[in-house]
């Protein structure tokens, strides 16, 4: 299957700092990508859907300013999380897709995020 | 390494049972997740397994086995709209999550 790569693996910033996880597929050009928070033991919580080149569709409850969904090219999308709290501390995965409504989603490793 | 193995395809039929088989082998282990994906829609969850035995919700139930390193989810009186993929993840001891291809389920009258 297609490869999507998700760096940092793990990050531990401090409280009031930002953070940038990146979200590449390697192999396919991804016209669509989800960003994920997962907290430990629960379920994936879709936070935002980006298509390349437009501006993301954040999920309700999910604050646009604080989260910032960059989707420049087919490749890549970045997540900043920004003016991070302890509260932000979770687990991020992201997944792409191709373009077509059956297309496949592939996901990332993830992200932790540890915000101290 | 790491890696998660489950079928590519299954078939069955309405109102019938499936059973999808998930194997893993992860650094570590924190846990199994069950989803499930429409075409074209981002996925739900199912089911999550972090001790030994069978969880049942409904008509879907997950089992595990950690010293086998093997789940299964149950799918019970199939319906025409459980016809989707469904994927199996692995959560290793970083938190990182492995994922299976998943399995596409389709579901015949």
């Known amino acids: 299957g297609a490869v999507v790569s998700q760096h940092p693996s793990w990050v531990i910033c401090k409280s009031g700092t930002s953070v940038k996880i990146e979200c590449r597929s390697l192999d396919f050009q991804a016209t669509t990508m989800f960003w994920y928070r997962q907290f430990p033991k629960q379920s994936l919580m879709l936070m935002a859907t980006?298509?390349?080149?437009?501006?993301?569709?954040?999920e309700q409850g999910v604050e646009k300013d604080k989260f910032l969904i960059n989707h420049a090219s087919l490749t890549l999308s970045t997540l900043t999380v920004t003016s991070a709290h302890p509260e932000d501390s979770s687990f991020y995965i992201c997944?792409?897709?191709?373009?077509?409504?059956?297309?496949?989603?592939?996901f990332g490793q993830g992200t932790r995020l540890t915000v101290v | 390494g790491q890696n998660i193995d489950q079928p590519t395809e299954m078939t069955a039929t309405e109102g019938a049972i499936v059973q999808i088989n998930c194997t893993y082998q992860t650094s570590g282990f924190n846990g199994l997740f069950w989803y499930q994906q429409h075409a074209g829609e981002a996925p739900t969850f199912l089911s999550y397994?972090?001790l030994d035995g069978l969880e049942e919700k409904g008509r879907f139930s997950s089992f595990l086995s950690r010293s086998k390193g093997y789940s299964y989810l149950l799918l019970k009186e199939l319906q025409m709209k459980d016809s989707a993929s469904y994927l199996c993840a692995a959560m290793d001891s970083n938190y990182q999550l492995i994922w299976g291809a998943g399995t596409k389920l389709i579901i015949k009258p």
């Open positions: 397994n972090v």
């Open positions: 980006s298509n390349e080149g437009s501006k993301a569709t954040y």
């Open positions: 997944s792409a897709k191709t373009g077509g409504e059956t297309a496949e989603a592939f």
